[in-house]
């Protein structure tokens, strides 16, 4: 491998293997899905069909990635922290028993924050934060319209915020 190519690499989590297996398994879940999904009516395919296409398509973007640019070794660790896997769990945990009592909207922004401040290695600036809670916004919102408004699936309003 090149120095060019070397400096390009994407560092293994892992090991090398298992950084091209994982979207290989995503892509053969995925279209395992797809193919399950002929024996539902069209309306009800709809949705499993989008998500699964857009798993093969990350996953085929994230092989080919691989493929071009090389995986090197990462370090044996692996990186990451168990405090801040911890806080995943116990983040995504919260979400998932709030969602039926405040509605998508609110927990999607909530968890979102949360989740934000588990994973931000780097300072704080007013900058960063815009940023990020613009994109937060954005990125629920986008997901709100998909779900609710493309998809056709009906998203829990809350039991506190139902009048």
Same mark, same amino acid.
């Given at each position: 491998m090149t120095a060019d190519k070397s400096m390009r690499a994407v560092p293994a989590a892992r090991s090398r293997a298992s950084e091209v297996l994982l979207p290989v398994l995503f892509m053969a879940g995925a279209g395992l899905c797809l193919w399950e999904t002929r024996q539902m009516s069209q309306l009800g395919a709809v949705f499993p069909a989008v998500i699964s296409a857009g798993v093969m398509v990350a996953a085929a973007l994230r092989l080919a990635q691989l493929l071009l640019r090389g995986v090197i070794e990462g370090s044996p660790a692996g990186g990451g922290s168990r405090p801040r896997r911890l806080a995943l769990v116990g983040v995504m945990s919260v979400w998932a028993l709030a969602l039926p009592w405040l509605g998508f909207l609110l927990t999607g922004l909530g968890s979102f924050v949360a989740l934000m401040a588990v994973a931000q290695y780097q300072q704080w600036t007013r900058k960063r934060l815009a940023g990020h809670l613009l994109a937060g916004c954005l990125l629920v919102a986008f997901f709100y319209v =998909?779900? /609710?408004? !493309? #998809?056709? !699936? %009906? #998203? %829990?309003?809350?039991?506190? =915020? /139902? /009048?």
């Open positions: =998909l779900f /609710a408004v !493309v #998809l056709n !699936v %009906p #998203l %829990p309003t809350g039991r506190w =915020l /139902a /009048a």
